[in-house]
């Protein structure tokens, strides 16, 4: 059997190669020193380059990364939480999503009991029998950035759902209590409220125009350390992780991203968020994932205006097909499209009339050969907005107008239960 991927996401305790370098406090608690760091920062003017050729013209001073470190310093905060874990098994229904992810995710028969992994089938009086475990209740750490100087905090949503405490702790040493002011289980991300004001928050950039090879510089928590500063480089953009979260095109960086980083800032080379750190690739060397600041900066205001998110959604899951698969079905080698895996029942899918083995060939003229693409196109809709698919059904074409739907809120809290990850494996807590 195929040896499974290792997914973590990166807000509890778990040890990942990666070399890290921590910011010392006494070099940053200073607000002078913080606003030496900004100022110097602002006048190197160190821009990341949108053309080869002024990639070739840029010029790093050798403080260039401290200045930058210094500086963001001050808004990133650590998040520690007290959280409950019970004994169920996580449901997650495959909605709009590949076909890898249908049934129960990586993870889902590992119990979990004072800590330690547990085998369902040597416990109990019988093989097989499960005990009725209590909840328990772990402390976890996690990382976040101030975004508003009123105490607006952006972290993921994976550190603070299900907490029955948090605890934020500025560079300063100040620690506040903490609010959770929404959660968007979706996008994993999540906004806190502290009681403070003045703050220094950090300016969102944008991730539209990032391309691998870009530096990037990430600073959070990793196993309990706070305010630990790593540096690398875009490796990749647009990355589909769907052991993850499916519903996100990550960035891939190799800056160390480890337990604990989860909910921290990915700068760019002029101190502005790109991306909030989420997950690693355990049995990998500094491959982590962020999710872009764009997706973000949307969601926090949503989440503190006490705004719905509406999401189009059209309820199935999907594979592609190979000459293995199009032979087994029938149908020539050669043949293209994404095959329908499942249909939610009541969802838009199913009330247009798509079958489990319909194949989607094309969506408004435009050909669909992968999940991915169908899935992104849905996405780039509106709620309530027509799409003309065309489909075989049996080996016949088959033409079906679907009325995109509003993604249900009872689908992301079963995709996410309360101190669980939504999905990859889960990591080992730091309990106390």
């Not at 994976?158 to 029955?164: C, E, K, L, M, Q």
């Not at 780039?380 to 809120?409: C, M, W």
């Amino acid at each position: 059997m195929q040896a499974k991927k290792a997914l973590l996401l990166a807000s509890t305790f778990i040890v990942v190669a990666g070399t890290s370098y921590a910011i010392g406090r006494s070099g940053v608690d200073s607000q002078s020193e913080d606003v030496w760091a900004r100022d110097r920062l602002e006048s190197r003017s160190v821009q990341t380059a949108s053309s080869p050729s002024q990639s070739a013209a840029l010029s790093l001073g050798s403080e260039t990364f401290a200045d930058i470190a210094q500086a963001a310093a001050p808004s990133v905060v650590n998040i520690e939480v007290d959280q409950q874990i019970t004994n169920r098994l996580i449901s997650m229904p495959g909605m709009d999503q590949p076909f890898g992810n249908l049934g129960l995710p990586p993870g889902a028969f590992e119990f979990f009991f004072n800590g330690q992994r547990v085998n369902p089938g040597q416990m109990g009086r019988g093989k097989g029998m499960l005990p009725n475990l209590p909840r328990i209740e772990k402390r976890n750490t996690g990382s976040g950035f101030i975004i508003r100087p009123d105490g607006y905090i952006l972290t993921n949503a994976h550190v603070v759902r299900g907490t029955n405490k948090i605890k934020v702790t500025l560079n300063d040493k100040r620690t506040l209590p903490g609010k959770v002011v929404g959660i968007d289980t979706f996008s994993d991300l999540a906004v806190v409220k502290i009681d403070a004001s003045g703050l220094p928050s950090l300016k969102m950039g944008s991730s539209a125009g990032l391309r691998p090879g870009q530096f990037a510089v990430a600073i959070g928590s990793p196993l309990g350390f706070d305010h630990t500063v790593t540096l690398g480089i875009i490796s990749a953009v647009g990355r589909a992780v769907t052991d993850v979260n499916g519903n996100i095109n990550f960035i891939q960086t190799d800056a160390a991203i480890n337990p604990g980083n989860s909910g921290g800032p990915l700068l760019n080379l002029k101190g502005e968020v790109i991306g909030v750190n989420t997950a690693i690739q355990a049995n990998a060397q500094n491959i982590g994932f962020s999710i872009p600041v764009d997706i973000a900066k949307t969601v926090s205001e949503d989440l503190i205006a006490n705004k719905k998110i509406v999401r189009p959604w059209l309820g199935i899951a999907m594979g592609e097909i190979d000459e293995t698969m199009a032979k087994s079905l029938g149908l020539p080698a050669k043949t293209t499209g994404v095959v329908v895996a499942q249909v939610i029942e009541g969802s838009p899918a199913h009330a247009a009339g798509i079958e489990r083995g319909d194949i989607i060939q094309k969506i408004n003229g435009k050909d669909m050969t992968t999940a991915k693409e169908v899935q992104d196109f849905v996405r780039s809709r509106k709620v309530s907005e027509t799409l003309n698919f065309y489909l075989l059904h049996d080996n016949a074409p088959k033409a079906v107008a679907v009325d995109i739907g509003q993604y249900p809120d009872q689908i992301a809290s079963e995709k996410a239960g309360p101190g669980e990850p939504d999905s990859g494996s889960p990591a080992q807590p730091d309990e106390e």
